[in-house]
């Protein structure tokens, strides 16, 4: 997706996000939230958006929640004005601003197939968690076969005014050497969504 897309797309869904899709998808959010909590320590949340997480995580967790978009991030202030454990600031996921090994636990949910080049941001996930920390996914991956996937390549060309890609195979975010995949399952709705669950070697 190409980043003025992504930043027009954004603008739009902002206003609803949390009516609409921010509700279908919000069984993984409380998984992650759950998951990073139980972890303690420093935390990276990617493409935090309208901050639907914030108010899950406990009080023992440390977050940072980056986002592209300012119109999300706008909305994801009012949330973070009450939780003193959270800082939020506007940046590209492509080049994140933090050193090598900053963060215990690095999340992303819902991001993955809505940014330009995803293998490029889960990189740079990869550098600023440290080794034995955690990178936590929750996102949409493509079916392989059947009526899903056939209805996924059909939405393929308006990935740009949709603000997401469809068609989006697991395998763009498991290139990263340094990650080693430690869990994955099926989430609601109806095993649309994926968690997964990677280790920092």
């Given at each position: 997706m190409k980043p003025e897309a992504v930043t027009a797309s954004y603008r739009r869904w902002a206003p609803v996000y949390d009516a609409t899709f921010g509700r279908v998808t919000n069984a993984g959010r409380r998984r992650a939230a759950a998951h990073v909590t139980a972890r303690g320590g420093r935390v990276l949340e990617v493409g935090v958006g309208t901050g639907l997480v914030l108010p899950l995580y406990g009080p023992g967790v440390e977050i940072t929640g980056i986002d592209f978009s300012h119109d999300m991030l706008e909305r994801?202030?009012?949330?973070?004005?009450?939780?003193?454990?959270?800082?939020?600031?506007?940046?590209?996921?492509?080049?994140?601003?933090f050193p090598d090994g900053s963060f215990d636990t690095v999340a992303a949910m819902h991001v993955l197939s809505v940014v330009p080049e995803?293998?490029?941001?889960?990189?740079?996930?990869?550098?600023v968690c440290r080794p034995g920390g955690q990178v936590v996914i929750v996102n949409h991956f493509s079916a392989t076969r059947g009526v899903l996937a056939a209805a996924e390549r059909l939405f393929r060309p308006l990935e740009d005014q949709l603000g997401w890609q469809s068609d989006f195979p697991i395998e763009r975010v498991l290139g990263d050497p340094r990650l080693r995949e430690v869990?994955?399952?099926?989430?609601?709705?109806?095993?649309?969504m994926t968690w997964l669950l990677l280790e920092r070697l």
């Open positions: 994801a202030h009012e949330k973070a004005a009450a939780l003193p454990n959270v800082t939020l600031r506007q940046m590209d996921a492509r080049a994140l601003d995803p293998e490029k941001v889960v990189t740079e996930m990869a550098r869990e994955r399952a099926p989430l609601p709705p109806a095993g649309l």
